[in-house]
């Protein structure tokens, strides 16, 4: 522990951080109301994925973390990518 | 605040970290089994599962998901003022953490309630008339916001735990790893969410 000095996150950086979530949110509610049809869900979830990224990296510490938890973090969400690519191979190919 | 005899016991944060993460990953496996489902069931029957979606009140869910992400950034600000050796501010920032999230709690309850009365819930007569996509949309909704609901709660009662443990001084700036990894799951409940959200309350 006393290898390297703690990070220490500014109360600033959260609060930008949740402005930039906040404006997000906003986007993907205004977007879903305009009816893009099939694209919506895209758009949507591109917008998910950015949010989950600023979780992951700022508030969750990620970005201050050393490369093992990273890339664990990494793979698992690969795995998951992975798993439902697989899943529907298999479902459309039915 | 006894810090002397504090370091006597094993303390072992990155260990508790990697544990607390490893844990997280079951925990999106656990709910990214169910964002599976919906997938599949999204694409066989998306006439069904646009017309359920737009049944769910969007403004309720937005609202939440603000109430969820304020909350995200307080608890990660409580581990900036521990660290910083503040405590009043840390337990003031894990109190407004709670309040958000019973907020969200009591919105969650009008949100069932209203469903409730119209004799909407998993099982009733009038669920099992509606089309099968919309059956399972709703079996979908109940169980994916039922629990992550369960996970607000739990993390409501380790913010609790939290307060105390800073109070009683065995939560500090040199052993904050309590308060850090249940941090962790509050961002985890926020993370689901977020996914939760466009899915169940947007994508019509």
């Known amino acids: 522990m006393d290898k390297k000095e703690k990070h220490i996150t500014s109360y600033s950086l959260f609060a930008k951080v949740l402005v930039a979530l906040l404006i997000l949110t906003t986007i993907s509610v ?53 798993v439902l690519v697989f899943t529907f191979i298999d479902y459309l190919l039915r | 605040m006894n810090t002397s005899t504090a370091h006597t016991d094993h303390y072992d944060p990155e260990s508790s970290k990697i544990g607390m993460w490893l844990f997280l990953f079951t925990e999106m496996f656990l709910f990214g089994g169910l964002f599976l489902v919906y997938a599949v069931f999204r694409n066989k029957y998306s006439a069904d599962f646009h ?75 009038v669920m099992m008339n509606l089309p099968q996509g919309e059956i399972l949309f709703y079996g979908l909704y109940f169980m994916m916001t039922g629990l992550h609901a369960l996970h607000v709660l739990i993390g409501i009662v380790l913010l609790v735990v939290n307060i105390f443990k800073i109070r009683s001084g065995k939560v500090h700036h040199e052993r904050f790893s309590l308060l850090e990894n249940s941090g962790l799951y509050w961002h985890l409940v926020d993370l689901i969410w977020i996914f939760l959200f466009p899915l169940l309350y947007l994508v019509t």
């Open chain 1, 30 to 82: 205004l977007i879903t109301e305009i009816h893009f049809g099939a694209l919506s869900v895209a758009v949507a979830l591109s917008v998910a994925c950015v949010k989950v990224a600023l979780v992951l990296v700022y508030f969750m510490h990620l970005k201050w973390e050393n490369s093992f938890l990273r890339i664990m973090v990494a793979g698992v969400f690969l795995l998951f990518a992975l």
């Open chain 2, 51 to 125: 017309h359920g979606a737009h049944e769910l009140n969007a403004f309720i869910g937005t609202f939440n998901t603000v109430v969820l992400l304020i909350s995200s950034m307080t608890v990660a600000m409580s581990i900036t003022a521990i660290q910083k050796k503040n405590r009043k501010l840390a337990v003031n920032m894990i109190i407004i953490t709670i309040v958000l999230a019973l907020v969200f709690m009591l919105n969650k309850y009008f949100e069932w309630s209203y469903k409730f009365e119209y004799k909407l819930y998993p099982g009733s007569p």
